[in-house]
């Protein structure tokens, strides 16, 4: 048996406009098929004897995590919440660490959220094979046979064979030139670096003790001075801050003695571009991708992404068209990896679309903006049944809120009162206010926003069963 460990702490830009800062690619349905890349890396490994797996993330991802894993009813071992992002050596030294703590010395299965197999059962056959060399101390990787001269991509040269399809490890190899990639697709002996592995804990920790001790005494420290609660462990931030960033490669594998390849041949994709989602989805008979509401036209070898509204193309080839609320992205696919430099310059201009959709998840619901202009803002707001918003309030702006479907409990400075349907009420600036849903369905709000500064973090909390600071989404 082993435990299965995701990475889930990424903030990949690469798929934008879908993908942004507050919710990157793993959490997105990139398919349409009702369930997000985390929770298929999670679904995948059905049939496979493990535990409950453990979840690394980011803590600005925390509530999307816990979310998703209910959707998917899967209740994790635990979920480890990096303060900030330090690389994977750091990240699976946290999971191992905590493992121990427990007293549960397992074999890790380390796996990234965001990885997309169209042969899932070869991935099992690999982890078969993996798992005895793991057991035996061995610290496993798993490489991908290579399709094409790929530059994107980090390579494993194989060494002497120790059984099927497992290798001793000759050497790592950063990604190479165009020809460089040809010569190693020649050779037989090279592997893509899937970032996937397989180790004990304890075993990880004693090759980071000797290769890189002040990262493993950062995470330490961290560690045992942090804070656990029934949803989340939290490494204490300013501790675990002063870990070098440094992946596991760079840390462990290519130092270690004690390392091994397992090859396989899975149909395996990073997805780290919208050529890549291309490339591993189901095509029509003009190898188009088409998603959502769309119409093509003498189109082909395209994918057509639409979100939010009808979508036509009309002589396209080898494009991509992406629509959502609030941005659209057309490019030829040739050119899918310059999404990144319009990331950058949304970033550098302080657009509200590097870093978030419209539709904002929170731990009691969601609310997407309809509508917005000078001085002004409306949202919908959804709440579940039994929770609710912080007791807070807002220096810079009043609320109208009004009840489409469900029922509000409303808590305004002194008064407390239940809306049905239909029913509305005020909230001045800088009342303490508080929004709860006491029913048994979902309780949607049109919430109106007016004032001179509409933005989130005009939010002053006072209680909130989520455990957020004032500052916390």
């Not at 690394?56 to 979310?67: G, K, L, P, Q």
């Not at 197999?117 to 793991?134: D, K, V, Y």
């Not at 091994?260 to 989805?281: K, P, T």
Request: charged fraction near 20%.
């Amino acid at each position: 048996m082993f435990t299965p460990v995701i990475m889930a702490g990424g903030s990949g830009s690469r798929l934008w406009p879908l993908s942004r800062q507050s919710s990157p690619k793993q959490f997105l349905d990139l398919d349409g098929s009702g369930s997000s890349l985390l929770q298929k890396t999670l679904t995948r490994l059905k049939g496979l004897n493990h535990a409950a797996p453990l979840i690394v993330s980011n803590d600005s991802y925390r509530f999307m995590v816990a979310e998703q894993l209910r959707q998917a009813n899967i209740e994790p071992f635990a979920t480890v919440l990096e303060p900030c992002s330090r690389n994977t050596a750091p990240a699976i030294a946290l999971a191992a660490l905590h493992l121990l703590q427990q007293g549960n010395d397992t074999i890790m299965l380390v796996l990234a959220a965001d990885h997309h197999f169209t042969r899932p059962q070869e991935l099992h056959q690999a982890i078969n094979q993996g798992l005895p060399l793991a057991e035996q101390g061995k610290l496993v990787t798993f490489g991908i046979k290579p399709t094409r001269a790929e530059t994107g991509y980090g390579y494993i040269m194989t060494g002497a064979t120790l059984g099927e399809s497992a290798f001793n490890i000759s050497a790592f190899a950063e990604k190479p030139d165009l020809a460089t990639a040809q010569a190693y697709l020649e050779s037989g002996q090279h592997l893509w670096n899937s970032g996937m592995f397989m180790l004990r804990a304890s075993a990880f920790l004693h090759e980071l003790e000797r290769h890189e001790p002040e990262l493993l005494n950062h995470c330490k420290a961290a560690m045992a001075s942090g804070t656990q609660d029934p949803d989340f462990i939290r490494p204490n931030s300013e501790l675990f801050s002063l870990c070098p960033d440094n992946s596991i490669d760079y840390a462990v594998m290519e130092k270690t003695d004690n390392a091994c390849v397992v090859a396989m041949d899975a149909g395996w994709s990073d997805i780290g571009s919208w050529q890549s989602l291309w490339e591993v989805s189901e095509r029509d008979d003009n190898d188009n991708v088409a998603l959502g509401d769309t119409f093509l036209h003498e189109t082909r070898n395209s994918l057509i992404h639409a979100h939010h509204r009808h979508v036509a193309t009309i002589g396209l080839d080898n494009h991509i068209v992406v629509e959502t609320k609030d941005a659209v992205l057309v490019a030829h696919k040739d050119d899918a990896q310059k999404v990144k430099e319009v990331v950058q310059h949304l970033k550098a201009n302080q657009r509200s679309e590097y870093s978030n959709h419209s539709h904002v998840i929170r731990p009691w619901g969601d609310f997407d903006t309809i509508d917005e202009g000078h001085r002004y803002q409306v949202k919908r707001i959804t709440v579940q049944p039994g929770q609710q918003l912080s007791l807070q309030l807002h220096y810079h702006r009043a609320e109208h809120w009004i009840v489409v479907s469900g029922t509000a409990q409303v808590v305004c400075g002194d008064e407390e009162k239940v809306l049905a349907e239909n029913q509305s009420t005020y909230i001045p600036v800088g009342v303490k206010h508080r929004l709860s849903n006491p029913g048994r369905i979902p309780l949607e709000v049109i919430e109106v926003q007016s004032g001179h500064y509409l933005g989130e973090d005009d939010i002053v909390r006072f209680t909130d069963i989520y455990g957020r600071c004032p500052g916390d989404a």
